[in-house]
């Protein structure tokens, strides 16, 4: 009953370090997304894949690369951190169509502070 | 670009009150609309998806409206419980997904 699931789940690092937020999920869905979760504003989207082999930006993509080599895995690379990329980072995935996002389901959550 | 506001940021009742929670859109193109709970250091847990096509949705206690032609949703809350306290998001899809701020709320025994 694993769901969406997210490693870490806490993350310390300096600036200009790069790192990787793994996302996996066990649903078989087409759809994944990676957001970010700051105080007072609400998710806002960073990368999308509506497939494997499919990727497209979001709201707030600099900073951040995405790949899906398969339907399971949708992992978020920070190139060089950033002390503005501390935040809270939810993966989320849903069974898609080309014109519907459908129901998404959450990770738990990767918190990450850069110092 | 697709705003979406949440009204009130926080709100504390008794237990037992009936409750509403708002959500307004600026852009009233969306395919879906979609209400979620997050318990503190959690994920978002779907409660309601609403097509663009209907007007409500219910589940249990909560029912969720859409008015697409005023870019209004509210969530309506039965009978509140303390174990409902936590923070209501709302999120409108138009080729991406777009979220409030969210309704933090506390339901005091």
């Known amino acids: 009953n694993a769901g969406v699931t997210q490693t870490p789940k806490f993350q310390v690092l300096k600036t200009g370090q790069s790192m990787t937020l793994q996302c996996a999920q066990d649903m078989n869905h087409e759809y994944m997304s990676w957001y970010r979760q700051d105080p007072g504003m609400g998710l806002r989207l960073i990368h999308y894949?509506?497939?494997?082999?499919?990727?497209d930006q979001g709201e707030v993509p600099n900073g951040y690369n995405v790949s899906r080599s398969t339907t399971e895995d949708f992992p978020l690379r920070l190139l060089s951190a950033a002390p503005s990329q501390t935040s809270v980072y939810f993966c989320?995935?849903?069974?898609?169509?080309?014109?519907?996002?459908?129901?998404?389901?959450f990770g738990e959550g990767s918190r990450l502070t850069v110092l | 670009k697709q705003e979406v506001t949440q009204i009130p940021a926080a709100l504390s009742v008794p237990e037992g009150e009936n409750l509403v929670l708002n959500c307004s859109f600026t852009d009233s193109a969306i395919y879906n609309l979609q209400w979620f709970r997050q318990d503190p250091g959690k994920g978002l847990t779907s409660l309601l998806l609403?097509?663009?096509?209907?007007r409500e949705q219910t589940s249990g206690r909560l029912n969720a409206s859409l008015d697409k032609s005023s870019g209004r949703s509210t969530l309506y809350i039965a009978a509140s419980q303390p174990g409902d306290s936590a923070t209501y998001l709302c999120a409108v899809d138009n080729n991406d997904m777009r979220f409030g701020a969210g309704t933090r709320l506390t339901v005091k025994p």
């Open positions: 989320a995935s849903s069974s898609s169509t080309p014109t519907n996002t459908g129901e998404l389901f």
């Open positions: 609403i097509q663009s096509s209907q």
């Open positions: 894949s509506v497939g494997a082999g499919i990727t």
